[in-house]
């Protein structure tokens, strides 16, 4: 019988990666190296990694080897990001708390009619339309977010939102100028994962979550005027949330 199993192995190999012995970018013991050191056949030696490829704790890169995931976050900060005085300036939410460059690509705009769960959210009647933006966000070559935003299209249709490049302050900005200036905001989040289509445009490495957001847009007089999903690579990002203990 082999001296260790499968969990064991991976047990050692992460207590290293959480000590630091294993620093972010270093290599891990290959399947060879694993037989050897610890008397082990193949399968156990795959199983071993593939344990710690699950938790997202390594990848392996082609031809190169198995390597301790590197983990440079995003931290996306609520409320700061969705303050008027980003948008508002004519800057994106987005450098409210990252200033990395950001690029944002495959943008489709399109008219449709309002999925029944887009409709409810945005108080429309099944006869109604939405105009819907959807893209994909890059940041240093790699893909960190997905985003399909659904507007009532009676609302927006003559405007900017409706185009794929909404202007500067971005859609909020363009909201305003309807008259329809967005002052409340309600977002959901659960994480699960991700479907075969999310692998493939968010480049995930096994065993990586996603983190599923609704956010909804309201005026002052409540009225709901966007309702954004947006879908994020959870090992690029950290949420951070500020609250007040007073009520406002």
């Keep these: 019988m082999a001296r260790h199993g499968y969990r064991e192995i991976a047990d050692e190999i992460r207590s290293l990666i959480d000590s630091g012995a ?24 795959r199983r ?7 938790e997202g704790l390594i990848v392996a890169r082609r031809g190169s080897g198995t390597y301790v995931r590197e983990f440079r976050p995003i931290r996306r900060v609520s409320p700061d990001r969705l303050n008027k005085t980003v948008w508002g300036s004519d800057r ?41 933006r959807r893209r994909r966000y890059v940041v240093e070559e790699q893909s960190i977010q997905l985003a399909t935003t659904y507007y009532p299209a009676a609302l927006v249709k003559d405007s900017a939102i409706a185009e794929a ?14 008259g329809h200036e967005p002052v409340h ?3 959901e989040l659960r994480t699960r994962m991700p479907r075969a289509d999310e ?5 995930l490495v096994q065993g990586t979550p996603v983190i599923e ?3 909804t847009a309201y005026t002052e007089a409540n009225v709901p005027v966007e309702l954004n999903e947006m879908v994020l690579d959870s090992s690029s990002y950290v949420l951070e949330y500020k609250f007040s203990a007073h009520s406002n």
Excluded: C
Excluded at 109 to 117: G, N, T
Excluded at 199 to 203: D, E
């Design 22 to 45: 294993l620093p972010p970018g270093s290599k891990v013991l290959g399947e060879n190296e694993i037989m050897a050191q610890y008397g082990v056949e193949q399968p156990t030696a």
């Design 48 to 54: 071993a990694l593939d344990v710690l490829k699950n």
């Design 92 to 132: 994106s939410i987005w450098s409210a708390t990252d200033n990395r460059r950001l690029s944002v690509t495959d943008v489709r705009v399109s008219k449709e009619s309002a999925p029944p769960h887009i409709a409810h959210v945005l108080a429309l009647t099944p006869e109604e339309q939405v105009i819907v």
């Design 165 to 178: 490049d909404t202007g500067v302050g971005g859609a909020y900005a363009r909201l305003k100028d309807l």
């Design 185 to 187: 905001f309600r977002e």
């Design 199 to 203: 692998v493939k445009a968010l480049q």
């Design 213 to 215: 957001i609704m956010r």
